[in-house]
């Protein structure tokens, strides 16, 4: 029975993953995922186990935000979904939104499914830079790394070879998963989601993050929220 049951939920996990990574600009509903990053950023904040992001959060140069993130696989596996991109100015400032997905493909041992809410901060401009590409993996030339989780955490386990990582990653799952690494997952831009939230010309990161040329009074709450996190420890 619990074998059966752990079966359908791997095939239905990986359904939810071809159709998040598959999906157009009309089914995913963009200020509802908005939404749900400021839902996800407010309870990073207060959940006990992210005192180090809390405490740090004031050095980063940006943040991705992906409020679901569905894993699942049986040997061969995979993860797919949807986020946003803000990055911060003078200030204590923070942009407008850009849209991402996300997704990798992995062989080893895992089993199960897993569903995460997920943020990277970016903490160096070398990790912004390379976020601003079309296309971005995680890893390699840009590191990542798992932030410290969990009271008194600490900010040693975020060096790779003695230096500090481009890119810090926390979650908070659900579900039953083995093997889930966020290194070497993909981020694409979605044009599609940018266009659809912003208007009627293509919006690139570049112009929506680095050079501001379009606002969306929708994403102020999730610009506050981020802000607020980034003050809890800010100098």
Same mark, same amino acid.
């Given at each position: 029975?619990?074998?059966h049951?752990?079966i359908?939920l791997?095939?239905?996990?990986l359904?939810?993953i071809?159709?998040l990574q598959? %999906?157009? %600009?009309s $089914?995913?509903?963009?200020?509802?995922l908005v939404?749900?990053a400021a839902?996800?950023?407010e309870?990073?904040?207060?959940?006990?186990d992210m005192?180090?992001?809390r405490?740090n959060?004031?050095k980063?140069?940006?943040?991705l935000?992906?409020?679901?993130?569905?894993?699942g696989?049986?040997f061969?596996g &995979?993860?797919?979904g949807?986020g946003v991109?803000?990055?911060k100015?003078?200030?204590?400032?923070w942009?407008?939104?850009a849209f991402y997905?996300?997704?990798?493909?992995?062989? @080893?041992?895992?089993?199960?499914?897993e569903?995460?809410?997920?943020?990277?901060?970016?903490?160096?401009?070398?990790?912004?830079d390379?976020?601003?590409?079309?296309?971005?993996?995680l890893? @390699?030339?840009i590191?990542?790394?798992t932030?410290?989780?969990g009271a008194?955490a600490k900010?040693?386990?975020?060096?790779?070879?003695?230096?500090?990582a481009?890119?810090?990653?926390?979650?908070?799952t659900k @579900?039953f998963? &083995?093997?889930?690494s966020?290194e &070497?997952a993909?981020?694409?831009?979605r044009?599609?989601?940018?266009?659809a939230y912003?208007? $009627?010309?293509t919006?690139?990161?570049?112009?929506?993050?680095?050079?501001?040329?379009v606002?969306n009074?929708?994403?102020?709450?999730l610009?506050v929220?981020?802000?607020?996190?980034a003050?809890?420890?800010?100098p």
């Open positions: 029975m619990l074998r049951t752990l359908r791997i095939f239905a996990g359904f939810s071809l159709s598959n %999906a157009h %600009a $089914d995913i509903d963009t200020r509802a939404d749900a839902t996800s950023v309870t990073f904040s207060i959940d006990p005192e180090w992001l405490h959060m004031h980063a140069r940006a943040i935000i992906v409020p679901q993130l569905i894993k696989g049986f061969f &995979g993860s797919g949807s991109l803000l990055t100015g003078e200030g204590n400032v942009s407008y939104p997905t996300m997704g990798s493909g992995t062989i @080893g041992f895992q089993a199960g499914v569903v995460a809410e997920l943020i990277l901060i970016i903490m160096t401009d070398r990790g912004v390379g976020l601003l590409t079309s296309s971005f993996k890893g @390699g030339d590191s990542i790394a932030g410290p989780i008194g900010a040693q386990s975020v060096d790779i070879k003695g230096k500090s481009d890119i810090l990653a926390f979650s908070r @579900g998963y &083995g093997g889930v966020a &070497g993909v981020l694409k831009v044009e599609d989601l940018n266009h912003y208007g $009627d010309e919006r690139s990161p570049r112009a929506i993050l680095i050079e501001h040329t606002s009074p929708h994403a102020d709450s610009r929220a981020v802000a607020r996190l003050e809890i420890s800010g």
